[in-house]
């Protein structure tokens, strides 16, 4: 807990001290399009057709604000298409590259784009499902802008500066590319929409089966299909094949659609479809045209520059090695400075550690002490109203003791107590009577005795007088 909350606090430093952050929130199947970044799409409605497992939904966001929406492919290691609207051109600005960690390990606890090396060896398989800058550095190409910066202004301009809004470019084609749409989007598409907020700009890459580093696939065309929802609106699309960078053929919606997966429909009601306007369709047209036609004219003139001007290729060939030089000077100063700001960050981060360190233990001791005295304070009155208690019960104890003995004493039968002191008395008084009694029984006895014995002697002889009479013959008179 104690290193969370120190984490917690270092967090909420680094915000308040560098408020501009990039977020790249994959979106979830249980959300509906693309979530927040739903804004990009006319109608709200996101193109229809990809459905494969391996497209992922990103709502790019910077500030907190999203900028533009993402599907990207992990099989490819590109995005095929990125949804912008058109803001103002800005001028360039330092590259600040980012990656996307949920892509890789969506089980981590990053909710938004990082630097590459602020994350390795904390994000599981990083580099599996996305492009990484080390797949680039060495390989001939370039990580070309699907969303290019600078279509794109302040907030908007920075958000663009994502491997997942990036596809491998040779460098004269993704300069090309990028001058192309900006040409095509200010000069033609903008001018003829009547409302700017409502022209919606749809940029793709066709994967291919060329790979860089045998990971990342080469884009075999890029294009670009475009939506103006408003009264008299309109769609186009326009497409640029690898092995021509001067190429640029425009079509309709439908028919760029054919180009792309089965089942794919880019805008909602084809955005216009039948009903948008022959006359607009026409000047929109007409001035991609010229931009094509003024780009052709540019080339050629620059080639016969080139042929006809040898002081100029002299003079290119000397400069050269000053130039290589002077962007190695650069380049060193660039890391430098990067370095110091590096170290000052280490130095800043481990002093910020040990004051905040030393800020919680003391906050934990005044917190402790604090605690201690509150509860000190709190268990006087309690052992105070406790000793009253135990005294009162204590009184109470010993009445109840006292009415107990005499409630005791006083249940005692008082007759018994009478009987109980009258016992000699009557005890002595009966001994004349019992001695009356006693003799009177003796004699009654020996008058029984003496009247059993004179009624035997009389039984006696009257048995023997009987026998005499019986069994005696009476004589006469005479005799």
């Not at 035997?456 to 009479?469: C, E, P, R, T």
């Given at each position: 807990r104690e290193w969370t909350m120190k984490t917690s606090i270092v967090f909420l430093l680094c915000i308040s001290v560098f408020p501009g952050f990039s977020q790249g929130r994959v979106v979830g199947e249980d959300e509906?399009?693309?979530?927040?970044?739903?804004?990009?799409?006319?109608g709200q409605v996101p193109p229809e057709g990809f459905t494969e497992p391996f497209h992922v939904k990103i709502c790019q966001q910077y500030n907190k604000e999203p900028r533009f929406a993402t599907l990207y492919s992990t099989k490819d290691k590109i995005p095929l298409y990125s949804a912008f609207k058109y803001t103002k051109p800005a001028q360039n600005k330092e590259e600040n590259w980012l990656v996307e960690p949920q892509i890789d390990d969506p089980e981590n606890d990053l909710h938004e784009m990082v630097h590459e090396a602020d994350i390795v060896g904390t994000v599981a398989n990083l580099g599996a499902n996305q492009a990484l800058t080390s797949d680039y550095v060495g390989s001939g190409y370039e990580r070309g802008l699907l969303n290019p910066s600078?279509?794109?202004?302040?907030?908007?301009?920075?958000?663009?500066?994502?491997?997942?809004?990036?596809?491998?470019?040779?460098?004269?084609?993704?300069?090309?590319?990028?001058?192309?749409?900006?040409?095509?989007?200010?000069q033609a598409l903008v001018p003829h929409c009547s409302k700017k907020d409502h022209l919606y700009l749809l940029a793709g890459a066709i994967p291919s089966s060329v790979r860089v580093k045998g990971k990342v696939s080469v884009p075999d065309t890029l294009w670009l299909a475009a939506c103006c929802d408003a009264p008299g609106g309109w769609s186009l699309g326009l497409v640029k094949k690898m092995n021509d960078e001067n190429s640029l053929a425009d079509l309709m919606v439908g028919e760029l659609e054919k180009q792309l997966l089965a089942g794919v429909h880019l805008f909602k009601g084809n955005c216009g479809g039948d009903n948008q306007s022959q006359e607009k369709t026409e000047a929109i047209l007409q001035a991609v045209g010229q931009i094509r036609s003024g780009e052709q004219v540019g080339t050629s003139d620059n080639?016969?520059?080139?042929?006809?001007?040898?002081?100029?290729?002299v003079a290119a060939i000397i400069a050269t090695p000053f130039i290589k030089l002077l962007e190695l000077l650069i380049y060193v100063f660039v890391e430098l400075v990067k370095f110091v700001f590096y170290f000052l960050w280490l130095v800043i981060k481990r002093v910020g550690g040990t004051v905040l360190d030393g800020v919680y233990s003391l906050w934990n001791g005044v917190v402790s002490y604090l605690k201690a005295i509150t509860m000190v304070l709190i268990s006087i009155p309690y052992d105070v109203g406790r000793v009253i208690v135990n005294i009162f019960l204590g009184f109470l104890q010993i009445v109840q003791d006292v009415a107990s003995l005499t409630y005791r004493i006083l249940r005692i039968p008082?007759?018994?107590v009478l009987h109980l002191a009258a016992f000699p008395y009557h005890s002595i008084c009966a001994i004349p009577s019992v001695l009356k009694d006693v003799a009177t029984g003796i004699g009654g006895t020996f008058s029984l005795v003496i009247d059993a014995t004179a009624t035997?002697?009389?039984?006696?002889?009257?048995?023997?007088?009987?026998?005499?009479?019986r069994f005696v013959p009476k004589g006469s008179s005479d005799d």
């Open positions: 509906t399009g693309f979530a927040e970044c739903n804004v990009f799409f006319p600078l279509l794109n202004e302040e907030d908007f301009q920075m958000a663009t500066y994502t491997l997942t809004n990036a596809v491998p470019l040779s460098p004269s084609l993704s300069k090309s590319w990028h001058r192309d749409i900006a040409r095509v989007v200010e080639q016969e520059a080139k042929g006809s001007g040898l002081v100029r290729r008082v007759g018994f035997l002697l009389h039984g006696f002889y009257y048995l023997a007088g009987y026998i005499v009479k």
